[in-house]
């Protein structure tokens, strides 16, 4: 199974919006609302962000949100702020009952 | 509050096998509804997904690590364990041990991840 692919980094300044992009095929992302964004700040374990597409578990941000269209899903992030700079990866189930991972995406809040 | 806890050797020698075990505090691993994975970043790359088990004894793996690698879980422990086989430098990664939620088809709670290293 192939990677999903992700920008390597993005920016913003605070308060700006950004969006990352999560793209695979039609045996993972475009097969299934079953798309989770995980945050990672090195020497941490990964938090959950977003699962099934565009929820939201308990206590997470509404600054995150996700959507999809196609093979493409998306994790935006409004109102940056300084703690929202970290890696953040995508993570889709797949036709083979097998979940695969993006490259992760490096966000720097300028 | 759940808490997952990685253990094991941090330095393999090339061809041996990899053992690592996940302990879990604050949920039973008997629990329906979750299952229990592993997952590895090698250093500046990505996360690899290696593969999870159910509890009733059901698992998948990666198609690429598939031949190598087991995942067991000990409910008397509240522990889950994955072994490599005949690892070489490229089995060089942080592994995490984390539980997936069946009803979010997601991961929501993770270890802070062990780095296991493979050299002579």
């Known amino acids: 199974q192939s990677a999903l692919t992700q920008p390597a980094s993005v920016s913003g300044s605070p308060g700006q919006s950004i969006a990352i992009s999560c793209t695979g095929t039609?045996?993972?992302?475009?097969?299934?609302?079953?798309v989770s964004w995980y945050q990672h700040h090195p020497g941490k374990a990964p938090k959950l962000m977003i699962y099934?597409?565009?929820e939201r578990p308990s206590g997470v941000s509404d600054r995150f949100s996700g959507s999809k269209s196609g093979n493409t899903a998306s994790l935006t992030i409004s109102g940056l702020q300084a703690e929202d700079e970290a890696d953040y990866y995508c993570s889709s189930y797949t036709s083979s009952s097998t979940w695969v991972f993006g490259g992760g995406t490096k966000l720097t809040v300028l | 509050q759940v808490q997952l806890q990685e253990s094991g050797p941090g330095l393999v020698k090339p061809s041996q096998t990899l053992s690592l075990t996940c302990t879990v505090s604050g949920a039973s691993i008997s629990s329906g509804g979750y299952y229990w994975s592993w997952i590895r970043q090698p250093a500046g790359k990505g996360l690899e997904w290696i593969g999870r088990m159910y509890t009733s004894g059901s698992s998948n793996y990666n198609p690429s690590l598939k031949s190598r690698v087991t995942i067991s879980v000990d409910t008397s422990k509240n522990q889950f364990s994955l072994k490599v086989n005949s690892v070489t430098a490229a089995d060089t990664a942080i592994y995490y041990c984390?539980?997936?939620?069946?009803?979010?088809?997601?991961?929501?709670?993770w270890g802070q991840g062990a780095l296991v290293t493979v050299s002579a």
């Open positions: 099934d597409v565009s």
């Open positions: 039609s045996s993972d992302v475009g097969g299934y609302n079953y």
């Open positions: 984390a539980r997936g939620y069946y009803d979010w088809s997601s991961y929501d709670y």
